[in-house]
């Protein structure tokens, strides 16, 4: 196992030719990280997961993300950017959703159930680039809390929600609950 510092060494020592899916996702199986490191961005609340920033470069950001039971992500995309996980701390499942209809001008959108991938500390996961709306789920049943480090690149600060309920999708803006460490400035 290796501290978090070290990890963000070890992804910022890799080109940004060579920060590819495989690159990065085998980067990330082969490199698990120590929990006791991530002490500085473990920050849990009950009323939400929190996006705690560890490390923003131009190619790439690291966010740790904290999990109370049963706590769940909109459904939503990265805007085009790719996207790793993995979670040294609990369980977390991540659900991939298909577009079966969607009218930009209008909002709506109809999407359908795909694939489930669980994810533990052995087995981190990335967004596929042909199914990149998913959410991420604490499940109840887990019965702990978790923490996921996710690899944006780029980074951004837009993304798509979507609602089933509705048959809509639409842009908001994303924040940092902390950032290295410290609470983030107030939105």
């Given at each position: ?16 030719a060579?920060?590819?899916q ?150 908001v ?15």
């Amino acid at each position: 196992m290796t501290t978090i510092d070290r990890f963000v060494e070890g992804l910022t020592a890799i080109s940004p030719a060579e920060f590819t899916q495989e690159r990065v996702q085998h980067f990330l199986r082969d490199t698990p990280v120590d929990p006791a490191s991530l002490a500085p961005f473990l920050h849990y609340t009950s009323t939400h997961y929190t996006r705690n920033l560890v490390h923003k470069c131009d190619l790439f950001e690291l966010i740790a993300i904290c999990w109370d039971v049963g706590q769940i992500s909109r459904i939503h995309n990265h805007s085009g950017q790719h996207c790793w996980m993995a979670v040294p701390i609990g369980r977390l499942a991540v659900q991939n959703y298909r577009v079966v209809r969607q009218d930009q001008a209008s909002g709506h959108c109809v999407l359908e159930e795909a694939n489930r991938v669980e994810m533990d500390p052995s087995h981190p996961a990335y967004v596929d680039d042909e199914m990149p709306i998913h959410s991420v789920l604490n499940l109840p049943e887990y019965g702990s809390r978790a923490t996921s480090l996710h690899v944006y690149s780029h980074p951004y600060d837009r993304c798509l929600v979507y609602s089933i309920e509705k048959s809509s999708y639409r842009e908001v803006p994303l924040f940092y609950d902390t950032e290295y460490g410290r609470p983030a400035a107030p939105r």
